[in-house]
Structure formats: C-alpha cells, structure tokens
C-alpha cells in the first residue's frame, strides 16, 4: 500500500512558475514508476509526466519544454517544476503510483488527492 500526498498547487499568473510536491509513504518508493497527471473542468483526466524506477521521463506534448519531472528516492518524493505555465494549465494535478511502468491511467495503482493549479492571464 501507498499513500500520496500532493502539495504546491495555488494561483499564478501567466508565465509564472509553481513546483507541486508528492510525498510516499511506504519504504518501496524506489520501486514504483511515478506520474504527474493533471484533470480540468469539465475535461477528463490526462498524463502529464512519468519517471521510471530508473529515471527515464516521458512528458505529454503539451508541456514539453515547461514542465520538470524529478525523483528523489530518499525522501520518497517526486516533483514538478512547472514554468512558464499557461491559463490551458489550470487543473487538479494528482501524482500516481505505478508497480511497473506506463503511460496509462488506468494502470496506475495508488493516487493522491489532487491539488489545484489555477493560471490566470
């Protein structure tokens, strides 16, 4: 079992930049595959970002360039950078757990509460 915890969300302008957080519980953090996905009104849930057990990150076309996945095993925790960040942007981002690696939502296993991220132009 695993539990999320996002944190980081807020209000920003157009072009500003946030960093959302996930703490783990649990010591198999290393062991899970991690993702960034995001859901806005009236819109279903997408993939944002994912990092591997290893490393190796994928990103959605959408925030190419802008967004920053990141891992640290040690303190059971992923992140992401999000600059120049875009009114499109605005959503619940959740972070999610994986037990092997993959672009899928619904092959994530465990998932965080959500925290919101509000871009005004």
């Known amino acids: 079992q695993v539990q999320l915890v996002e944190s980081g969300g807020g209000l920003v302008q157009a072009g500003g930049s946030l960093k959302l957080s996930c703490a783990a519980s649990?010591?198999?953090?290393?062991?899970?595959?991690m993702g960034w996905f995001r859901q806005a009104p009236g819109k279903e849930r997408e993939f944002v970002a994912t990092?591997?057990?290893?490393?190796?990150?994928y990103y959605a076309d959408s925030v190419k360039g802008r967004f920053t996945i990141s891992r640290d095993n040690a303190k059971n925790t992923v992140y992401l950078s999000m600059n120049n960040l875009k009114p499109e942007d605005t959503a619940v981002y959740y972070c999610?757990?994986?037990?092997?690696?993959?672009?899928?939502?619904?092959?994530?296993?465990?998932w965080g509460q959500g925290t919101q991220v509000t871009v005004s132009s």
């Open positions: 649990g010591r198999t953090f290393s062991a899970y595959a």
């Open positions: 999610a757990a994986a037990k092997a690696w993959t672009l899928k939502l619904q092959d994530y296993d465990y």
């Open positions: 990092t591997t057990r290893s490393g190796t990150i």
